[in-house]
């Protein structure tokens, strides 16, 4: 319930003590909303509108709203902000169960589904450093995958995607039976669970990340061919490092004193 109100809800602040923390989303998912009700210790609301968006022409949401002061001090304290957050939200300094608090995150800023080609994949989009910094090193830790973050040049936002067997690994491990959820994506997490990679279908190894010796070493090689046999990397990946390093489209180390590097 946490992980699902910091990355959907807002917490507003009135005059004085009043205020409101409040979660929108679509009405067809009301339920999660009336079992965050049944969670609360504290009074509640819940109504449905209908409205004109950017997105629909007729938009048909359902809103949970929490006046209490209390509950909003509880809340703000463990990490929901009040006023925009997108960029700031992390996971809480306290104990807490992170399966559970990701599949919160997931259902309400992530995806999970099949793409085009018919692989099954989890993904979250978000602008919070910290919580696609979060994600890439529990999913580690689930499945072996290593990720890495940077912001796309569109809109400044993460991409943390996972696909086959790793999507499935860490679908099934955020959505147990019995877990609270999105009915569909809870549904989704099933689904892609019967997925069977097709015979034939190569495994990709594991990515090599390059080391700073190695970086150090290309650019004062500067051949690709030399440096592929002295690096044991195939020539195209030497290519392609020592013209990120080159041009400025990748990290640039910093050379001992003294090496003369083209």
Not at 37 to 52: D, K, M, V
Not at 71 to 91: E, Q
Not at 174 to 179: I, K, Q
């Amino acid at each position: 319930m946490f992980g699902f109100i910091q990355a959907d809800g807002h917490l507003a602040q009135g005059a004085g003590q009043k205020g409101r923390l409040a979660v929108e989303i679509n009405a067809r998912d009301i339920h999660i909303l009336r079992e965050f009700q049944q969670l609360t210790p504290y009074n509640s609301s819940i109504r449905e509108r209908t409205r004109e968006t950017n997105f629909a022409a007729r938009s048909h949401s359902a809103i949970w709203t929490v006046s209490s002061l209390e509950a909003r001090t509880i809340i703000n304290g463990l990490g929901v902000p009040y006023g925009k957050k997108s960029l700031t939200i992390k996971p809480p300094r306290t104990g807490f169960s992170r399966p559970d608090y990701l599949r919160g995150i997931i259902d309400a800023d992530g995806s999970l589904d099949w793409t085009a080609q018919g692989w099954p994949f989890l993904s979250l989009t978000s602008a919070g450093t910290a919580l696609a910094a979060y994600l890439c090193h529990y999913g580690k830790k689930i499945t072996g995958a290593e990720r890495t973050i940077s912001r796309n040049k569109r809109d400044a936002v993460y991409n943390v995607c996972y696909y086959k067997e790793t999507a499935q690994q860490l679908a099934a491990h955020l959505y147990y039976p019995g877990c609270l959820s999105l009915e569909h994506k809870k549904a989704n997490a099933d689904s892609i669970a019967t997925w069977v990679r097709p015979p034939g279908m190569k495994i990709a190894p594991p990515r090599r990340r390059w080391a700073l010796h190695e970086d150090l070493r290309l650019l004062e090689i500067g051949d690709p061919t030399a440096a592929a046999v002295e690096l044991g990397r195939s020539e195209s990946a030497c290519r392609q490092r020592l013209w990120r390093l080159r041009t400025g489209c990748g990290p640039w180390p910093n050379p001992p004193t003294g090496l003369n590097l083209p």
